[in-house]
């Protein structure tokens, strides 16, 4: 794939997955999950914004300049330790989740368009060279970081603990 598809089609999944997380945030009840939802979507869109500058400097310079792109989302690894931190602290029920089947689904659909967009960022990283092969390294690495959440929260909507709201573990970055 020729860097200009492969960053057009980056934009593509952004929108996507921004919009399922801008969506779940309108539906799911519990503030916190609400407050993760909408971070993942502001993020997002960072992303886009990002691609956006990206596909037109390609297009007017034949150039690719990555950039930094920051996360707000800690990597992969430090959010399982995170949550292996703090699971044996934890009541193994969600009693603030009104609809657990609902938040479920909505989950379970995140889930989905993370992984199809952390393929197609692998594939990249697989095919492409250089700077372009650089930055999709980066939204790999940050979209393994969203998977990780995800997962963290279907676990605990499915009785297997939660995390979010708790002081032991944010998703702020450690210095």
């Known amino acids: 794939m020729e860097v200009k598809s492969a960053i057009t089609t980056a934009i593509a999944f952004e929108k ?6 801008a969506d779940a945030s309108k539906t799911v009840k519990t503030p916190e999950g609400r407050k993760v939802l ?31 792109l920051p996360s707000r989302v800690p990597s ?24 657990p089947e609902s938040e479920l689904r909505i989950l379970e659909r995140a889930l989905h368009v993370e992984t199809e967009t952390s393929d197609f960022y692998q594939k990249m990283v697989d095919s492409l060279t250089d700077d372009a092969r650089n930055m999709f390294s980066r939204f790999l690495e ?3 970081g969203h998977l990780a959440i ?23 970055i450690q210095g």
């Open 16 to 21: 996507k997955v921004r919009d399922v997380y």
């Open 38 to 68: 909408e971070m993942l979507a502001k993020e997002e869109q960072q992303h886009i914004i990002y691609l956006q500058e990206r596909l037109k400097e390609w297009t007017t310079s034949g150039k690719l300049t990555v950039g930094d």
């Open 76 to 99: 992969e690894t430090v959010i399982r330790k995170g949550v292996e931190r703090i699971t044996s602290h934890l009541d193994s029920s969600r009693k603030d989740v009104a609809d």
């Open 142 to 144: 940050i979209e393994k």
């Open 150 to 172: 995800v997962k963290a929260e279907i676990d605990a909507v499915s009785d297997m603990g939660f995390w979010f709201g708790l002081p032991e573990f944010d998703l702020e």
